[in-house]
């Protein structure tokens, strides 16, 4: 029975390096060992959102996303969230001029008292 892979590939998979053949393979482990694991590039990930990482480690942030389209869609999904809480943000005082009455307010504040331990 053979092993199964503990990192399966997406079937859209558009790496530039895929680990494949023997030469892919060891090109693949070599990047992984020299670049931040993918739960590091989360964090650096995020990190970079609010400022500016050191060079060297955009730069191995980068080889790793030659290997990793798993990170790489994660980098996009939080620029693209970002882009959009921004342009809602701009926009929320236009959305809805709905208030809170002041009897809900007082009801809702009654229920977090009593939540609280």
Not at 45 to 51: I, P
Not at 53 to 81: A, D, G, I, N, Q
């Amino acid at each position: 029975m053979p092993l199964e892979d503990p990192n399966p590939r997406a079937p859209d998979d558009d790496s530039l390096i895929k680990g494949g053949n023997w030469l892919s393979k060891r090109i693949e482990a070599f990047i992984a060992r020299a670049t931040p694991s993918c739960v590091e590039m989360t964090h650096l990930l995020s990190e970079e959102m609010d400022h500016s990482l050191p060079w060297f480690t955009r730069l191995k942030m980068r080889v790793h996303f030659l290997m990793c389209c798993y990170c790489r869609r994660y980098k996009e999904s939080l620029h693209y969230l970002r882009n959009v809480f921004r342009s809602s943000a701009a926009s929320a005082d236009t959305l809805s001029s709905e208030r809170l009455s002041p009897e809900a307010r007082e009801r809702l504040k009654q229920v977090l008292r009593d939540q609280l331990p």
